[in-house]
């Protein structure tokens, strides 16, 4: 039986295997839910690179089109070859015939250089312009329709000791026919909205005390204002405040809008240093509220909305109540044997995105079961996993 992987929570339901990849070398990045039977899966398959001096890891890029039950391959380099390698790529969707696909980053050992933006009309891929000179990572997007779609790039990263990040960042608008920048008023990681006269960008800011601070900006459909969040201190008064950053934010429906991150005091030192402390806030129509955060790691982890007024983390689920219940993983895949031997019992479930299907109480996670260890033992499938009713 498949156990939760949370320690400590009362175990609710588990996530469900909906696709495995055949290739035991493979991972799926990004999920884009358009509605309960058409959605959108990218992923990755390691390959090899003969070069002059040895063989180089690379990968090549797979599409599949997802229906909610069954993902089926979709050869998409034929309508656009740029799409066949591809770096990390962000998918989005405001609907079956408006989604959109951004890759600009390309990892060492990739095959093919040229990054790609594009988007699916309903009956198949085109490339739509990149933004001028850009060449930064992209970090999140919001598509609320063919003419209003907002892109997050550059360096995603947090600091090192003793260094801030930039104070102001831009954010691109596409508005049918060409991308314009935006000035935001702080450095951003992540954006969501209702429409496209309210979005939300949340990461950090610079302060006198600590290195970095919360920050969320809101878009009312004519400009950019900063809205202000808690501050977070460590109890005991002597300690340097290094940083507080929010990474992810959701603008839901249903459960109205959150945003989470950390809170933390990693020097680069060896020590007894404070634990980290997970950030989860939401916003009550007139502030930022803190709450109390599932007892697991946020930092840079995914959230969705579970459709009832709560939340679904790869670990755990925040029920609108707020009680918080331990996600069990799938059940167990079969190793390299094609049996399920004692060293494949040290196999995990990573989620690299997870998506609420709209007009659902059903998410959609993409990411890989792999499980560590002699080479021999070794596999990692690319999958798609379900939670909740649809």
């Known amino acids: ?36 039977t058409e959605g959108w899966v990218i992923g990755r398959d390691r390959i090899h690179v003969s070069t ?3 063989k180089a890891p690379g990968y090549s890029t797979f599409f599949l089109r997802y229906d909610g039950k069954k993902g089926r391959d979709y050869d998409a ?9 591809l770096g990390l790529t962000v998918l989005e969707a405001s609907g079956p015939d408006n989604v959109w696909l951004f890759s600009t980053d390309l990892p060492l050992g990739t095959l093919g250089t040229d990054p790609a933006f ?15 000179s850009m060449t930064d990572k992209v970090k999140d997007a919001a598509v609320f329709a063919p003419d209003d779609v907002w892109l997050l790039a550059g360096e995603q990263r947090r600091p090192p000791p ?15 026919s060409r991308w314009t920048s935006v000035p935001l008023p702080a450095q951003a990681e992540a954006i969501d909205g209702r429409s496209g006269d309210d979005i939300w960008a949340v990461g950090n800011a610079p302060d006198d005390v600590e290195l970095t601070k919360l920050a969320a900006m809101h878009y009312d459909g004519h400009s950019w204002r900063l809205a202000e969040t808690p501050r977070y201190r460590f109890t005991d008064p ?3 405040e290094p940083q507080a950053d929010l990474d992810e934010v959701l603008v839901s429906g249903t459960g109205g809008v959150w945003a989470t991150g950390q809170h933390t005091f990693d020097q680069g030192d060896e020590g007894n240093e404070p634990d980290d402390e997970a950030i989860l806030l939401r916003w009550d129509s007139s502030r930022w509220v803190k709450e109390a955060a599932p007892d697991v790691s946020l930092c840079c982890v995914p959230v969705a909305s579970d459709g009832a007024g709560g939340l679904v983390f790869g670990e755990a689920q925040r029920t ?35 998506e609420r299907v709209p007009g659902t109480q059903q998410v959609w996670g993409v990411g890989y079961i792999g499980s560590g260890g002699a080479d021999e033992e070794n596999f990692y499938h690319g999958v798609v996993v379900t939670y909740g009713s649809s």
């Open 320 to 354: 609108a109540e707020g009680k918080v219940i331990g996600i069990g993983r799938p059940p167990y895949l079969p190793g390299r044997t094609g049996k399920v031997t004692e060293a494949d019992r040290r196999q995990r479930l990573l989620l690299h995105e997870i």
């Open 238 to 240: 002597s300690l340097y």
């Open 1 to 36: 039986m498949p156990a939760s992987p949370s320690a400590g929570l009362p175990e609710g339901d588990s996530w469900r295997s909906a696709y495995v990849s055949e290739s035991d070398d493979a991972e799926i990045r990004d999920v884009a839910a358009a509605f309960a």
């Open 77 to 85: 380099a034929a309508e656009l070859p740029k799409l066949a390698t």
């Open 162 to 176: 003793g260094h801030r990040l930039a104070s102001e960042q831009a954010v691109w608008h596409w508005d049918g």
């Open 52 to 54: 002059a001096i040895e």
């Open 118 to 132: 594009a988007r699916w009309d309903g009956k198949r891929w085109r490339e739509v312009p990149l933004p001028p």
